[in-house]
């Protein structure tokens, strides 16, 4: 069973920084693919960019050129490094992961999910 555990949240000015870290256990095969999804109270969950197992990313629009994902394959570790945050972007972060080759940032398409690490931009 893939185990996922978010960190790194936090509460920040506009403008500033943070970096979110997702560490997994329990993969069985080393193809998967991974992603970020976030969720603010009354909205819908939105993804924010993903990651396949070759490292190729993509990204939401709305936090192209923002947001960095990345991971550490040897330490089984996600990344998500988020700059020039803005208040829209608080919300609950999630980091979801499946096995495969797939590129995407469809939620459905993942089995496995953290707990999730609050995100909060305000002055």
């Known amino acids: 069973q893939v185990q996922l555990m978010e960190s790194g949240g936090g509460s920040v000015p506009p403008g500033g920084s943070l970096r979110l870290s997702c560490v997994a256990s329990?993969?069985?095969?080393?193809?998967?693919?991974m992603g970020w999804f976030r969720q603010a109270p009354g909205t819908e969950r939105e993804a924010v960019a993903g990651?396949?197992?070759?490292?190729?990313?993509r990204y939401a629009d709305s936090v192209k050129g923002r947001f960095t994902i990345s991971k550490d394959a040897a330490e089984n570790t996600l990344y998500l490094q988020m700059n020039s945050l803005k208040p829209e972007d608080t919300a609950m972060y999630y980091c979801?992961?499946?096995?495969?080759?797939?590129?995407?940032?469809?939620?459905?398409?993942?089995?496995?999910w953290g707990q999730g690490t609050q995100v909060t931009v305000s002055l």
């Open positions: 979801a992961a499946d096995y495969g080759f797939k590129l995407t940032m469809n939620p459905s398409h993942f089995r496995y």
């Open positions: 329990g993969y069985t095969y080393d193809a998967h693919y």
């Open positions: 990651i396949d197992t070759y490292g190729s990313t």
